[in-house]
Structure formats: C-alpha cells, structure tokens
C-alpha cells in the first residue's frame, strides 16, 4: 500500500463508543475537522479530551476552536501512554485489523477500521473493560533508572 492514511481515535467514555475517523495526514487542519464533527456528533454536554503533546494538538487554532465549542483540552503528561485509552485502542486496531494482514489499498484499510468500530461499540462494556486505564503513577514502576539493565546477549 502506497497511500498513506492517519486515523484519530477517541473513546467517548460517556455514550460507551469509539469513533475512529480517517485523513491523509494529521495535522492541525484536520484535527479542528476532528473537534467540530465531534461536537456535531455530540451536540450537548461536556466534552473533555485528554490528548497527548502532538503539536497539531497543542496549536493555537485547535486551543481557540476547542473553547468556541466549549470541549475541554486536557495534555497528558510526557511519555504517560497508560493514562490514555486511545492508546488501548491502537494497539486493539493493530491487532484485530493490521497485524498479519496487507491491505491492498488505503480504502481497504479505511473500510477494515470502519468495520471494527461498528463491531466494537456494539459491545460498550467490553470497550471499557478494554480500553481502561491508569489513573496514578507508580514512581517505582515508572523509574526506569531502578530497572535492571537489559543489555543485548
């Protein structure tokens, strides 16, 4: 497959789904596409994501669009996967859609990742079993200088 495709993912912890959508590239522009379809799709309540340093999260358009439509931006702290449930959901889009299998064209892959969202979201509790994270650190599971070196044998 040639044609590159960048996928933002984001678990909507209140209605119990992911919403999975794909663009050429990610960047700042498409990332204001993802916060106003966001807020279309979920027209009333708060919204509140928890996103990590990407700099076409943290530009100033993405800050001022995210206040006009009144969706809280949250930054994770650096290198902090575990506090984030997309990555949770990476690593199950890996596994069920991209791991042993070519896709042939980047529409292929698009429909696979479709296909998996309609199949996921029509079991919430299992996307929140799946996809739950930490709420704390450990400082002793996090200290990488107190883990035992692991040389190349």
Avoid at 55 to 71: C, F, W
Avoid at 125 to 153: F, Q, V
């Amino acid at each position: 497959m040639s044609a590159k495709v960048s996928f933002y993912g984001l678990y909507v912890y209140n209605h119990g789904q992911v919403e999975i959508w794909d663009f050429p590239r990610a960047n700042t522009e498409h990332t204001l596409t993802v916060l106003r379809r966001l807020r279309e799709r979920y027209p009333s309540g708060e919204i509140i994501l928890f996103w990590d340093g990407a700099s076409y999260h943290r530009a100033g358009a993405v800050r001022e669009l995210a206040q006009e439509l009144s969706i809280t931006l949250q930054p994770l702290p650096g290198y902090s996967p575990d506090f984030m449930p997309v990555e949770a959901l990476r690593r199950r889009v890996r596994e069920e859609v991209t791991y042993h299998h070519r896709h042939a064209t980047a529409e292929e892959l698009v429909q696979r990742v479709k296909h998996f969202v309609n199949t996921i979201n029509a079991d919430p509790g299992a996307i929140a079993d799946r996809l739950w994270t930490k709420t704390t650190l450990n400082p002793e599971e996090e200290n990488y200088a107190s883990r035992p070196s692991r040389g190349l044998a």
